[in-house]
């Protein structure tokens, strides 16, 4: 049906029909819609785009990582070993005070023939010798007693021997067993 208006030009109705109006409307929501999508597609192809840049550079520092690694196993190594060597260090003897201190103490006619040091405890040792008569090893013995490094002494075997030499002479060899505080040292000087 045809709508035909009679009315005079300034009484017509000058308006939009509604649907042109609704479809403007969603031609404005399509292109939103698609102006939307179009920046979301760009803004995760941007971040694709620096993600790979990202995994390139740490592909790249592999090798770095790698070193760092090897380094921090090396250095854990090295103080596993120096930890190691500081504990055996305080446990070491200070061989040249334990041998000045028996040569100051040794009396006249003493002599020593070999110093033994236990094992288990390197603060024990034992001194083997010979000495002209018996009251040099008692002087001996008394002597180590009064050093204040020497925490016991005892006099173990004793017995007597004929020296061989173009003069035959007795002698008396002795073991004698003491501790030593003063011997062990953490570091030597």
Same mark, same amino acid.
């Given at each position: 049906?045809?709508?035909?208006?009679?009315?005079p030009a300034?009484?017509?109705?000058?308006?939009?029909?509604l649907?042109?109006?609704?479809?403007?409307?969603?031609?404005?929501?399509?292109?939103?819609?698609?102006?939307?999508?179009a920046?979301?597609?760009?803004? *995760?192809?941007?971040?694709?785009?620096?993600?790979?840049?990202?995994?390139?550079?740490l592909?790249?520092?592999?090798?770095?990582?790698?070193?760092y690694n090897?380094?921090?196993?090396?250095?854990?190594?090295?103080n596993?070993?120096k930890?190691?060597?500081?504990?055996?260090?305080?446990n +070491?003897?200070?061989?040249?005070?334990?041998?000045?201190t028996?040569?100051n103490?040794?009396p006249?006619?003493?002599?020593?023939?070999s110093?033994n040091?236990?094992?288990?405890?390197?603060?024990?040792?034992?001194v083997?010798?010979?000495?002209l008569?018996?009251?040099?090893?008692?002087? *001996?013995?008394?002597?180590?007693?009064?050093?204040?490094?020497?925490?016991s002494?005892?006099?173990?075997?004793?017995?007597m021997? +004929?020296?061989?030499?173009?003069?035959?002479?007795?002698?008396?060899? *002795?073991?004698? *067993?003491?501790?030593?505080?003063?011997?062990?040292?953490a570091?030597?000087?």
């Open positions: 049906m045809i709508n035909i208006n009679l009315l300034d009484r017509k109705k000058k308006g939009v029909q649907s042109k109006l609704y479809l403007l409307c969603m031609y404005a929501m399509l292109g939103l819609t698609l102006l939307v999508w920046y979301s597609l760009i803004s *995760f192809k941007y971040d694709q785009y620096k993600l790979a840049k990202v995994q390139d550079a592909a790249g520092m592999s090798v770095w990582e790698e070193r090897l380094n921090q196993t090396q250095n854990a190594l090295l596993r070993r930890n190691i060597i500081t504990s055996l260090s305080k +070491r003897v200070s061989w040249s005070d334990t041998l000045a028996l040569g103490i040794t006249y006619g003493c002599w020593i023939s110093i040091q236990d094992n288990n405890n390197t603060g024990s040792f034992t083997s010798g010979k000495a008569k018996m009251e040099q090893v008692l002087a *001996f013995v008394h002597s180590l007693q009064q050093d204040p490094n020497i925490t002494v005892s006099l173990g075997e004793t017995k021997i +004929r020296l061989t030499n173009a003069a035959a002479h007795d002698a008396v060899e *002795f073991n004698v *067993f003491y501790n030593r505080t003063g011997g062990v040292v570091n030597a000087k």
